[in-house]
């Protein structure tokens, strides 16, 4: 089998590859476990003092999860009580945790394609944290396009970035760019691709105790080329505020039917693309997720996970995606009108006692 995580160690500092670039650096289980079992190790050993992961290629951090393997697995019968699946997002989500809580330094490079599972293994971490984006970044997190959620932990960093952003961006799954990550707090610094082999000299080299003083040091010589006042969140960020405040899925639709403006009009018409069923269930947790650790917010996002597998929208969306590639999936149900409230709050439903949630470990 090949490996797709590569590692090594220099000056102190743990880097770790991903090396799949044909997938977009696409998690596997045989990942998520390689990912897990470095980090325990170099958790607790001394000559390890910070974590540095970045990608191979440049089109791509982490395009997300292996969504492919979601469907071959969860097409299987009976849908959603397939070992592997189970365990991919039970390991997957654990390993969340696992750097979110991670006690040394953790630097994220991401460049090209950051999304889904790619934002959990860079957003993850509050004090240990440093995300890096450049000019080439692409950010999001997609997931009702396939008729998923913002999982891994979506709960939680996206109710942490300015205002409704946060519930904008997960709603209509949009891409972002590196200004507009520094704007919302989705990244920290940025440096350009053509410095990216000045900073691994760096990292190889420095003698700051902290790598991350060194990059943020090093990345204030760019500061000057993002202007985020200019980015695109921050030109819309008021009616993004207004209208993403609503309290269900069909107050927003209907704020964004009412706005006359181009931009509301361009996300309603992205809107119209993605799951209906779950714009709303990603509405409702987010709102539920509001005020929530991160061990809550990634036990909900299990449970919900369940569901969906058992609904089949996510099925459904995969195939129309990267099966049969028509790009006509067909939404159960079919348009926001038809979303019943009775029906969101099934995705929420506890599927196991809470001594025996996969994630009860978790604190």
């Known amino acids: 089998m090949q490996n797709f995580v590569q590692t090594t160690v220099q000056n102190h500092i743990a880097i770790i590859t991903l090396d799949r670039p044909k997938a977009l650096n696409s998690l596997s289980l045989a990942m998520v476990r390689e990912l897990t079992a470095c980090l325990r190790n170099w958790r607790d050993d001394p000559s390890v003092r910070a974590i540095f992961i970045h990608s191979s290629s440049d089109k791509a951090f982490c395009a997300g999860g292996d969504i492919r393997f979601f469907y071959d697995v969860g097409t299987q019968t009976p849908k959603a009580d397939s070992a592997l699946l189970e365990d991919f ?12 809580f991670y006690p040394k330094p953790y630097v994220a490079l991401m460049n090209g394609v950051v999304m889904g599972g790619g934002m959990g293994i860079a957003q993850s971490g509050v004090s240990s944290r440093l995300r890096i984006v450049t000019e080439r970044t692409k950010m999001a997190m997609p997931e009702v396009n396939i ?21 904008y961006l997960g709603l209509t799954g949009e891409i972002i760019t590196a200004a507009d990550a520094l704007y919302a ?15 691994m000299n760096l990292i190889a080299l420095t003698e700051e105790a902290d790598v991350r003083v060194a990059i943020r040091n090093f990345a204030e010589t760019y500061k000057a080329q993002i202007a985020l006042n200019d980015c695109t969140l921050a030109k819309h960020r008021e009616e993004i505020d207004r209208v993403f405040a609503g309290a269900d899925i069909h107050q927003i639709v209907a704020r964004l039917d009412q706005s006359k403006t181009e931009f509301a009009q361009a996300t309603r018409a992205t809107m119209d693309k993605r799951s209906p069923l779950l714009m709303a269930v990603t509405l409702e947790q987010l709102r539920r997720c509001h005020s929530l650790s991160v061990a809550d917010c990634l036990r909900i996002e299990r ?4 569901h969906c597998f058992k609904h089949g929208e996510v099925l459904e ?47």
């Open 147 to 167: 008729g998923l959620f913002p999982d891994v932990g979506g709960g939680y960093f996206l109710n942490r970035t300015l205002g409704e952003i946060g519930t």
């Open 185 to 199: 707090n989705l990244a920290d610094v940025y440096i350009p691709t053509s410095e990216i082999p000045a900073l």
């Open 89 to 100: 997002f039970t390991e997957e989500y654990a390993l969340n945790h696992l750097i979110h």
């Open 317 to 363: 969306g995969v195939r129309a995606l990267v099966v049969d590639k028509d790009n006509t999936p067909r939404w159960s149900p079919a348009s926001v009108a038809e979303v019943d409230a009775d029906l969101v709050q099934t995705f929420f439903a506890e599927v196991w006692p809470a001594y025996a949630h996969p994630l009860a470990h978790l604190n």
């Open 303 to 306: 449970t919900m996970v369940r």
